[in-house]
């Protein structure tokens, strides 16, 4: 049993802490990365283990004499084939596919991946979306371009100011009031009709639905701490990208 | 019914964006715009008829349950096909609408579409949940079943 060997069992810790920081990195939810550590720990012979996840950090414990373990999660991002990746690596430990060095080799190297589109790719992703979210929204077809131009440049102004100076907040507030001069400068231009559906469509690249929703979700399964944390980064995000629109209005109107 | 071809078309095209946007595997890019779609169509249906409320409510629960279906036929997390779904549901335009009046002076009509977009969210929360309750539900069943003539 690989559990009754100290450097086996370090080892296994090492592999699921590994897992969950993906994990807790790309977007999952916090119960779901407690649930994937435990079945991980246990598929690997460790079936004692307690797993508190919230979304700065993690908590990791195999039995009550030896201490636990603790990883800090500074950054969070949204890599849905990245938690993919993992629940699958998890998954076929759980079917005895895989063994302990195997899986920390293909999380390794899980890690190292970086985005599976180009920028350039996911800026054309943006623009478009935001198109065609103004449709949705009950724009006219005249309002297309216009969004496409604002959410494209707004979702580059996003990634561009994260770069520059690593506040989220701040890069949020800046993209949204970018959004929202282009779209007055549009219309005065004479391109695009309704403003107001012209920026809605183009803000929602930036709109926190992935963290409401986890929030809740969180909530519900009754991970009190997560959701609520989770909440208040969405709430900030929110703030952040209403009040950059406010200060256009107020600028303008 | 142009209408609903537009709607239907641009909600689909959007979804799967979303799921680049958000870096979803490849092969799931199309149902994940599948998804979105479904759901904004009963939005937009139910709209027409009801309330935003319900609308919402329903079209949250069909998401996560296409979703929670999607997952196991896949073998995925739901994250990625239920995220492509709520996105068009969030009361995005609402918020803007509300945070415009703040803006402008005008508090009686902000508080109001404030408090509709809460209640928004709150159907987008209650929905998820539902779907994942009764996904639980119909899965817990057929394991009874088996139990029980197993004990036989």
Same mark, same amino acid.
């Given at each position: 049993m690989i559990?009754?060997?100290?450097?086996? &069992?370090?080892?296994?810790?090492? =592999?699921?802490?590994? /897992?969950?920081?993906?994990?807790? &990195?790309?977007?999952?939810?916090?119960?779901?990365?407690?649930d994937t550590m435990k079945r991980m720990a246990a598929a690997l012979g460790l079936p004692h283990s307690h797993s508190y996840v919230v979304p700065t950090g993690i908590f990791f414990s195999v039995d009550a004499t030896e201490p636990a373990k603790l990883i800090r999660i500074s950054e969070r991002t949204t890599d849905l084939d990245k938690? !993919?990746?993992?629940? !699958?690596? !998890?998954?076929? =430990?759980? &079917?005895?596919?895989?063994?302990?060095q195997e899986a920390h080799d293909l999380l390794v190297q899980i890690e190292g991946k970086s985005s599976s589109y180009s920028? /350039?790719?996911?800026? /054309?992703?943006?623009?478009? !979306?935001?198109?065609?979210?103004? =449709?949705?929204?009950?724009?006219?077809w005249s309002d297309f371009l216009p969004a496409l131009i604002c959410g494209g440049i707004g979702y580059a102004a996003v990634i561009a100011f994260h770069r520059l100076v690593r506040v989220k907040f701040f890069a949020e507030l800046t993209a949204s009031f970018v959004i929202g001069i282009l779209a007055f400068l549009l219309i005065y231009m004479g391109v695009g009709h309704e403003r107001d559906k012209i920026i809605i469509g183009s803000v929602m690249p930036l709109v926190p639905g992935l963290l409401i929703t986890n929030a809740v979700r969180d909530l519900m399964a009754g991970h009190l701490v997560s959701g609520l944390s989770k909440g208040?980064?969405?709430?900030?995000? /929110?703030?952040? =990208?209403?009040t950059g629109i406010a200060v256009v209005f107020s600028l303008f109107t | 019914m142009l209408h609903f071809i537009e709607q239907a078309l641009t909600s689909f095209v959007a %979804?799967?964006?979303?799921?680049?946007?958000? #870096?979803?595997?490849? $092969?799931?890019?199309?149902?994940?715009?599948?998804v979105g779609m479904i759901g904004w169509i009963i939005y937009i249906v139910?709209?027409?008829?009801?309330?935003?409320?319900?609308?919402?409510?329903?079209?949250?629960?069909?998401? +996560?349950?296409?979703?929670?279906?999607?997952?196991? @036929?896949?073998?995925?997390?739901?994250?990625?096909?239920s995220v492509a779904g709520i996105?068009?549901?969030?009361? +995005?335009?609402?918020?803007? #609408?509300? @945070?415009?009046?703040?803006?402008? #002076?005008?508090?009686?009509?902000? @508080?109001? @579409?404030?408090?509709?977009?809460?209640?928004?969210?709150?159907?987008?929360?209650? +929905?998820?949940?539902? %779907?994942?309750?009764?996904?639980?539900?119909? $899965? *817990?069943?057929?394991?009874?079943?088996?139990? *029980? %003539? %197993?004990?036989?």
């Open positions: 559990g009754s060997n100290p450097t086996e &069992q370090s080892r296994v810790i090492a =592999i699921c802490l590994l /897992a969950g920081k993906i994990m807790l &990195q790309s977007g999952g939810e916090t119960y779901r990365v407690e938690v !993919s990746e993992v629940n !699958s690596v !998890s998954r076929r =430990i759980g &079917q005895g596919e895989l063994s302990a920028t /350039a790719v996911q800026l /054309a992703a943006a623009a478009l !979306s935001s198109g065609c979210f103004t =449709i949705m929204f009950g724009g006219g208040a980064e969405a709430f900030l995000t /929110a703030f952040a =990208i209403g | %979804s799967a964006a979303f799921g680049i946007i958000f #870096n979803a595997p490849r $092969r799931m890019l199309l149902h994940g715009g599948f139910l709209e027409y008829a009801a309330d935003a409320v319900p609308a919402t409510l329903a079209a949250t629960i069909a998401v +996560g349950v296409i979703s929670q279906a999607f997952a196991r @036929m896949f073998r995925a997390p739901v994250i990625i096909f996105i068009p549901l969030v009361p +995005g335009g609402l918020a803007y #609408n509300a @945070m415009r009046s703040f803006v402008q #002076n005008d508090y009686s009509a902000a @508080m109001e @579409m404030a408090a509709k977009a809460l209640m928004l969210s709150g159907a987008i929360a209650v +929905g998820l949940v539902l %779907s994942e309750v009764l996904n639980q539900m119909i $899965r *817990r069943i057929p394991a009874s079943i088996r139990t *029980r %003539s %197993s004990l036989k």
